[in-house]
């Protein structure tokens, strides 16, 4: 696994080596080119400075009435059912007695 991973970071390095060749001789190839014959300037077109006044609008037609909706009824929702209670949970750590170990039978 380990090996495949560094023989795909070896191809992509030896592709890479490869590209910038190609990139380094194309470059030459455009140093050597003879110089480009030179654009010729576009003339600028000349934009006015103001704009032309809009004709004003007539008075608007009046806006249509709105249509009268209809009340809906209204819904009662049955009453939901209990929830049963959830118990209670201790929260404390119960004490665990510790017995002291049995006193020794030689005297040192």
Do not use: C, E, W
């Not at 592709?15 to 080119?33: E, K, M, P």
């Not at 103001?50 to 009824?73: D, G």
């Not at 009662?76 to 017995?99: A, D, G, H, R, V």
């Amino acid at each position: 696994m380990a090996s495949s991973k560094y023989g795909i970071i070896l191809a992509f390095f030896v592709a890479l080596t490869f590209s910038s060749i190609d990139v380094g001789l194309a470059a030459r190839h455009l140093l050597q080119l003879p110089p480009l014959p030179s654009i010729p300037t576009l003339p600028q077109p000349t934009l006015p400075t103001t704009q032309p006044s809009l004709p004003k609008p007539a008075a608007l037609p009046p806006l249509p009435s709105m249509p009268i909706i209809p009340t809906l009824p209204k819904f009662t929702l049955p009453p939901l059912p209990s929830m049963p209670s959830i118990p209670n949970i201790p929260t404390t750590i119960p004490f665990i007695p510790f017995f002291s170990p049995p006193p020794a039978t030689k005297n040192p």
